[in-house]
């Protein structure tokens, strides 16, 4: 019907007859009312009523009931007995005020149900069926068996409250974030684990911040007291022998497997920066690795667990960006499980000034995910939230939101004093009961539990305590408690030294096996005919040897180590058909738009290969990657950035899971960025992908980063990711302009047996003896090799650096070394002085001429000037400025000082 009003606007008035006309348009056609009535119009009575157009006090009555049902499943919540201090006021609602003429019992129940301790938002499902389901599971057949005992919440509680309170005592000042007031976690964790061990569910990779980490840790996945403590006393939690930085208690992980009845889950929480949300899209990767590599297509058996702050879950973009990729066929994982502890307060801000919708939760209404607030203070409603939570995901393999509301004892950290900012708050806090004490009281009333008991139970705790107290002076870390993989694989954290390099050529015959099924397509699939004719030719060159582009190069890699038996997976945005169009790793139907990717389909046991265009999310899909890498160690994994600096986005990944992640949490990623880099008069935001700021986080052989400049060398660095069995995190600069270059080409020999990665090339058409020496990376290099060949230059070497980190030293000193008579040696960069590699390299090129024991002490620059921006956005100034650079470095031009 187009037009009508929305239902809810409907439900507010005396409407009866005019919602007894929509009933009997309803009734004739379902299709001609708006969709949302069908949750109400379904329920209704007597149908001959309606279509007669008659309305007898029974058909007012049934109407009017119905009404008021709408409204407490649309509006409940807002009145719901949410808040544990009783500080929020309730909120009016018109819908929900009843005449003289509601039925007394209906109205009970209604409130019973919707505006008790759980207040549930589901009427914003578009699917019918989904709200149906929540209907029938809130108001038709709602739990009556707890999902934990009442016995078992008891002990969870005093486990967690008497961790905290150990604690409090023992290391008073120190900050911990504890749990203290929002112990209703552990109950809805311990609640989710018992649901996934019945329904057979093998892992559990969860997410968190700090607040009440280490009572998780400590609670649910039984890391020893004992090694909690000593980390309080300062000791390392790895263990001897292996030198990392390590970080503070409680942003570390660990893993461990617990055995539910006969079934065994392995539980798994990542480590996390203070970056709230920042390991959120890290945990769907990780999930998502269990889930492919196991072979789990209807995704039930691997589960992930986010847990929230209220104040980050509404405030933080990549929370937004996590969402939605929920649903999207590459990325999804059959719906994660958020539980918040919502302190309502974030840090010191009120929620009036954290968030602007009604709820802290309303983004995830964005991804039809239902909604369960529960007030924290009932720890059996939140047991029964969880169950709900983890049957929803079961049957619909969708996300839901279970907030807890609760409090927060203590304020931010143990050293703050709230009374600042909430004093009405912390005043309500000092004389709330807490949360073990108000349930034990429940259930002396309602069981036949002696106080003894309670007592008994609360002195077990404190010993068990004490007696880790007293064992965490001798404790050694078990490499279980932190390894993320087995411990039977100890070389992910060994490398070769850096100036081996492994072989990664590949026999030619297998390359040519790989090029036919590239540019192989199906019979029946209808292929652009210029994409067609770009086939054809790659297939005759690739016949002939060569000279092969860089796509077809990465493709080559691809395939190849899919034949070996390694998964690819690419992701980023525009990547199936690549920004520049030049990858095509997917093909589209145009005819049926159906998708076909060649190198799925090299042979029948190879090992998958999948290119997803990704959302328009850098800071998400990086994330989700890194995860994925964790998750597969055995699979190259790659994100591509559209353009280099779109990788600023993700920028809070980088710093905190790349560069760090190994030496903060020995957790060891092979993620491979690839970042297309290079001037080409295109403006600042696209040339440059900032190379100075990868190399300004290297250190401790934490990551590698390189500017390869001939496809052969992109086939080994990609093929050489997997060949070494330490995994650390590829940077490529990629290419544009040499996507098509004439001379950035490559032989399949180049890629053929014998044939590896060289960090160093020289130049092969000058030999020794050069009078200057000009080394880069890159691009510029083609610029540099087209002027020199040009003025006729007979005693300049050209010398590339294909890798930047590690710094191939040893390599570098060699080759300078076979130039003694340079006068010069000049490092020539497109990117400003004060970006760019120039910065980096600079003092390692000394260290190599000195090793070298060279005449010339220290290199000179040629490059673009120091500047704000990373480009010049005037394509007739991009091109003087490259010019110059290029002449400066072959001594064409005299060189300026040009330090700013």
């Known amino acids: 019907m187009t037009g009508s009003p929305h239902h809810q606007n409907a439900i507010n008035g005396e409407n009866i007859a005019y919602l007894g006309e929509l009933y009997a348009q309803w009734l004739k056609d379902p299709a001609a009312v708006h969709p949302e009535y069908d949750a109400l119009f379904t329920t209704m009575g007597d149908p001959t009523e309606a279509e007669t157009g008659t309305h007898t006090p029974a058909s007012e009555a049934s109407l ?120 209703s976690l552990i109950v809805a964790l311990q609640a989710l684990l ?17 607040r009440g980490r280490l009572n998780v840790m400590a609670n649910i996945l039984r890391k020893p007291y004992a090694a909690i403590f000593s980390e309080f006393a300062g000791k390392a939690f790895y263990p001897e022998g292996i030198r990392v930085s390590g970080d503070v208690k409680y942003h570390l992980g660990t893993t461990t497997t617990i055995r539910q009845g006969r079934h065994e889950i392995r539980i798994s929480l990542l480590p996390n920066p203070s970056h709230l949300e920042a390991v959120d899209p890290v945990v769907l990767g990780r999930v998502r690795a269990d889930q492919d590599k196991n072979k789990d297509e209807e995704r039930q058996k691997h589960l992930g667990i986010l847990v929230h702050g209220d104040a980050a879950f509404a405030g933080q973009g990549v929370v937004y960006e996590t969402l939605q990729l929920s649903k999207l066929e590459g990325y999804r994982t059959g719906g994660t499980v958020h539980l918040i502890i919502n302190n309502q307060v974030g840090f010191t801000t009120s929620p009036d000034a954290a968030h602007s919708g009604i709820w802290n939760t309303d983004v995830a209404k964005t991804v ?19 169950a709900l939570a983890h049957e929803w995901r079961k049957t619909f393999a969708s996300d839901i939101v279970v907030d807890i509301i ?30 073990r004490t108000l349930y034990a009281k429940k259930i002396l009333a309602e069981t036949d539990i002696h106080p003894a008991e309670v007592d008994a139970l609360w002195d077990d705790v ?8 007293e064992d965490a002076n001798t404790y050694q870390p078990d490499p279980t408690d932190w390894l993320d993989y087995s411990p039977q694989d100890p070389t992910r954290l060994l490398d070769t030294p850096e100036r081996i390099q492994p072989m990664t050529g590949v026999p030619l015959p297998r390359l040519q096996q790989v090029g036919e099924a590239m540019t192989a397509i199906p019979a029946d699939f209808s292929v652009h005919p210029r994409l067609a004719r770009l086939l054809k030719a790659k297939q005759a060159t690739l016949a002939a040897g060569g000279p092969v582009d860089w796509a077809t190069a990465e493709a080559l890699a691809f395939g190849t180590l899919a034949l070996d038996g390694h998964a690819i997976r690419l992701s980023g945005q525009d990547c199936g058909r690549g920004t520049f169009s030049q990858r095509h790793a997917v093909l589209t139907d145009q005819h049926t738009g159906h998708h076909y990717t060649p190198l799925a389909h090299i042979a029948p046991r190879q090992a998958p290969v999948n290119v997803w265009n990704s959302p328009l999310s850098e800071y998400g899909v990086m994330g ?30 980088i710093d905190q899971f790349l560069a760090a992640g190994e030496t903060k949490w020995l957790r060891t990623s092979g993620l491979t960025l690839l970042l297309p880099h290079g001037y080409e008069g295109a403006g600042p935001e696209h040339s440059s992908a900032r190379p100075e700021r990868f190399l300004q986080l290297c250190a401790e052989n934490n990551m590698r980063v390189c500017m390869p400049s001939s496809p052969a ?30 001379q950035a080409v490559s032989l399949l020999s180049e890629m053929g047996p014998q044939t590896r990665f060289v960090p160093v090339i020289a130049d092969a058409t000058c030999g020794g003896g050069a009078k200057r020496v000009v080394l880069c990376s890159g691009k510029v290099y083609y610029d540099l090799l087209q002027q020199r060949d040009e003025a006729g230059l007979k005693h300049c070497a050209i010398i590339r650096l294909e890798q930047l980190y590690p710094f191939p030293h040893h390599a570098l000193a060699e080759e300078l070394g076979h130039h003694p008579q340079a006068e010069e040696i000049i490092w020539c960069q497109e990117e400003p002085e ?67």
């Open 713 to 742: 060398s992109f086939f080994h660095l990609l093929r050489r990711q997997i060949a070494r069995r330490c995994r650390k995190p590829l940077i490529v600069f990629s290419p544009k302009s040499l996507l098509r270059h004439k």
């Open 462 to 469: 404190q010993s068990q305590l004490h007696r880790a107290f």
């Open 624 to 653: 989700f990657e890194y995860g994925y890498s964790l998750g597969n160690p055995d699979a190259l994994v790659l994100w591509e950035g559209q353009f280099g600096d779109f990788a600023n986005g993700a920028q809070i990944i």
């Open 194 to 210: 018992n649901e996934a061990a019945r329904d057979g569910v093998q892992s559990v990779s969860l997410g968190m911040p700090h």
């Open 834 to 900: 004060n970006g760019g590699a120039w910065q980096f390299v600079d003092r390692r090129i000394e260290a190599c001429l000195r090793e070298a024991g060279h005449a010339c002490a220290r290199p000179h620059y040629a490059g673009r000037k120091a500047s704000a921006s990373p480009a010049t956005g005037l394509p007739s100034i991009h091109q003087a400025e490259q010019d110059t650079l290029v002449r400066q470095a072959l001594g064409l031009e005299a060189t300026p000082t040009t330090i700013d």
């Open 368 to 386: 039809q995910a239902p909604v369960l607030h529960v007030n924290g203070d009932n720890p059996e409603a939140v047991a029964r939230c969880a």
């Open 64 to 183: 009017r009931d119905e009404r008021l049902k709408e409204a407490f499943r649309l509006c409940g919540h807002l009145q719901a007995e949410l808040d544990p201090l009783g500080l929020r006021p309730a909120r009016q609602i018109d819908a929900l005020t009843p005449d003289s003429r509601t039925d007394p019992a209906l109205l009970a129940r209604l409130k019973r149900t919707y505006c008790g301790p759980i207040g549930a938002e589901f009427m914003h499902l578009q699917d019918s069926q989904q709200r149906q389901w929540w209907i029938d599971r809130l108001e038709e057949k709602p739990a009556t068996a707890l999902p934990l005992s009442q016995e078992r919440i008891l002990s969870l509680l005093t486990h967690a409250e008497g961790f905290e309170t150990f604690c409090q005592q023992r290391f008073t000042g120190m900050r911990r974030f504890g749990l203290e007031g929002g112990e």
């Open 406 to 435: 609760s409090y927060r004892r203590h304020g931010h950290n143990e050293t703050d004093d709230p009374a600042f900012t909430q004093p009405a708050m912390v005043q309500t806090i000092s004389q709330h009961p807490t949360l």
